[in-house]
Each structure stands twice: as C-alpha cells, then as structure tokens.
C-alpha cells in the first residue's frame, strides 16, 4: 500500500518561492507508469492539477501555473518536490500529492494527507 506525505512550511510571504516535499513509502516513484502529481484546493474553490512527475522523469505542468512552477526528484530519497514562485495570496490553498495512472489530476488512486499553506506577509 503506497503512502504519501507531504511536508513544508504552512506560511510563505507574498512574493516568495513555496517549496514542498512528498515522501513516498510503499512503492518506489520510478514504478512503471504512474504519474506523482501536485494538486492544490483553495478555501471554498474545487480541486486544481497543478502538474506532475512522470515515472521516467518527465515533467508535466498546467498551461495556467507552467511559468510559476517546478517539480523535480530525489529517487534515493523516494520523494518529490513542488516549488511555486513569486505566491500571492491566491496560491493559499491545501496542497496535495498524489499517485495518479493519468495527467490533469485524473485516475488518482492514492493521495497525501493535504497540508495547508498560507500566503501571508
């Protein structure tokens, strides 16, 4: 049984770089072919697929956060990590990874606990 945690700092100022991390246990992130996916909820707005690691490496973003957003890999550590750029108050959200079999946020069978994160001076 896969399981997913995520982690980072629950408060970033306006304008800084949001950094967070995924740690995988259960399976290895490099198993054919899942997709390890960020996917965000803002308060009182529905789910947003903002982009995901494939298991060969290869990175995917939504159009609407591409110039914004990385997402990269440690594959010793069995983790992934989003970094958001230049956050607003808008990127306030709980954020979530996830074992997904297709892109988009679609087919997600095992999800993080969410954590949330405040942009906030």
């Known amino acids: 049984q896969v399981q997913l945690q995520e982690s980072g700092p629950g408060l970033v100022k306006p304008s800084q770089t949001l950094s967070l991390t995924c740690t995988v246990s259960g399976g290895s992130i490099t198993t054919n072919y899942y997709y390890w996916s960020w996917i965000r909820r803002p308060p009182g707005k529905g789910l947003e697929w903002m982009g995901a690691?494939?298991?060969?490496?290869?990175?995917y973003y939504s159009p609407s956060l591409k110039s914004r957003t990385s997402i990269s890999r440690d594959t010793s550590k069995n983790h992934f990590t989003l970094q958001l750029r230049s956050v607003t108050p808008e990127d306030t959200a709980v954020y979530y990874c996830?074992?997904?079999?297709?892109?988009?946020?679609?087919?997600?069978?095992?999800w993080g606990q969410g954590t949330q994160v405040t942009v906030s001076s």
């Open positions: 996830a074992k997904c079999l297709r892109l988009a946020g679609n087919d997600c069978g095992s």
């Open positions: 690691i494939a298991y060969s490496g290869s990175t």
